[in-house]
């Protein structure tokens, strides 16, 4: 996971790393995956915090109310990088 965020890989549909986590996320939206993946919202790279809120709103299209990723989004709002800032206020419309 660690390094599809880095790479930003995980954005691109069929990557194993996104079905990995996608799959884990379905089965349990607030459970074990959900909560290691929003551990990258606070990563010190932006790039890593972007792919994260991308690949958290890509995985939302089925999940409105999705309460622990409305709350990081809410926190990314004040992200130093307006990247960030942007992507956080995208996802957190689609979870509120």
Do not use: Y
């Amino acid at each position: 996971m660690d390094d599809g965020l880095a790479s930003g890989d995980v954005l691109d549909p069929g990557n194993d790393v996104r079905e990995h986590i996608s799959f884990f996320v379905r089965g349990d939206r607030d459970g074990l995956m959900t909560r290691r993946l929003l551990a990258f919202t606070t990563d010190p790279r932006a790039s890593v915090r972007r792919t994260t809120f991308e690949l958290l709103d890509q995985l939302c299209s089925a999940h409105s109310d999705w309460r622990l990723v409305a709350d990081a989004a809410e926190s990314a709002l004040s992200d130093v990088d307006p990247w960030v800032r942007r992507v956080a206020a995208v996802l957190l419309k689609d979870v509120s």
